[in-house]
């Protein structure tokens, strides 16, 4: 069984340039999620998809992150423009609904210069 | 809201040897309770999970983890340490009542087993 996807892997841009990151969940995991993770830190919830459905994005910095996950499948995660500030490890990660264990992907590391 | 403490950064073990990561949480109501370990450049991957019952829960690679109510604690303990177990560890916490979907990770623990 294929884990979880994402692209790329490494990023490095400029800041206020756009950014865009892709993650494909394993098949028939309902719920997809967005983590971004600080040096040293633990993982920090962006947003999270049930189906098609962002049920949860409180912690998504609006003004400059939109997430999309059209057909509930994939998704992606764009930063426009991109701050020093957003230099970090995006991680995607996908369960099942009703389920308890998230399955993350090996995650895109972001670089702002 | 629920928080997770893991009061050590660092923890160092030689090889063989009984190794213990130390995890604390705060929730409302009934915790669900995880450990994942992340090696370098990778995802985290999950080890163990406690729902209810049993409070020594088992996990991969010979892990096991306590919980203790009253001391609102989800140590991760492993017998005998391995030089491959040198990894990044997390703890994360969800309330039983959102179906585990809302983690709050831990800020990590990196365990280093010397030979």
């Known amino acids: 069984e294929a884990g979880v996807v994402q692209s790329p892997r490494y990023k490095i841009i400029e800041k206020k340039q756009p950014v865009a990151f892709w993650c494909n969940p394993i098949?028939?995991?309902?719920?997809l999620y967005w983590y971004r993770q600080n040096l040293g830190q633990g993982p920090e919830l962006l947003i999270r998809?049930?189906?098609?459905?962002?049920?949860?994005d409180s912690q998504l910095p609006k003004d400059r992150f939109s997430a999309e996950r059209l057909k509930g499948v994939d998704s992606t995660l764009k930063i426009q423009p991109a701050e020093l500030g957003d230099s970090a490890v995006y991680l995607c990660?996908?369960?099942?609904?009703?389920?308890?264990?998230?399955?993350f992907g090996p995650g895109t590391r972001l670089t702002v210069l | 809201a629920q928080s997770v403490a893991q009061p050590e950064d660092q923890v160092n073990v030689a090889e063989g040897n009984p190794l213990t990561v130390k995890c604390t949480y705060s929730?409302?109501?009934?915790?669900?309770l995880f450990w994942y370990v992340q090696y370098p450049n990778r995802g985290l991957q999950f080890l163990l999970k406690?729902?209810?019952?049993?409070?020594l829960v088992k996990g991969s690679y010979g892990f096991e983890a306590e919980f203790n109510k009253s001391q609102t604690s989800f140590h991760l303990k492993k017998p005998s340490a391995l030089v491959s177990d040198s990894a990044l560890y997390f703890c994360a916490v969800s309330p039983s009542d959102n179906y585990g979907q809302n983690f709050v990770f831990g800020p990590g623990t990196r365990l280093s087993v010397l030979p």
């Open positions: 990660a996908s369960s099942l609904v009703g389920y308890n264990e998230q399955f």
């Open positions: 406690y729902i209810t019952g049993d409070n």
């Open positions: 098949s028939g995991h309902n719920t």
């Open positions: 998809y049930e189906n098609e459905e962002a049920v949860d």
């Open positions: 929730v409302s109501g009934n915790p669900y």
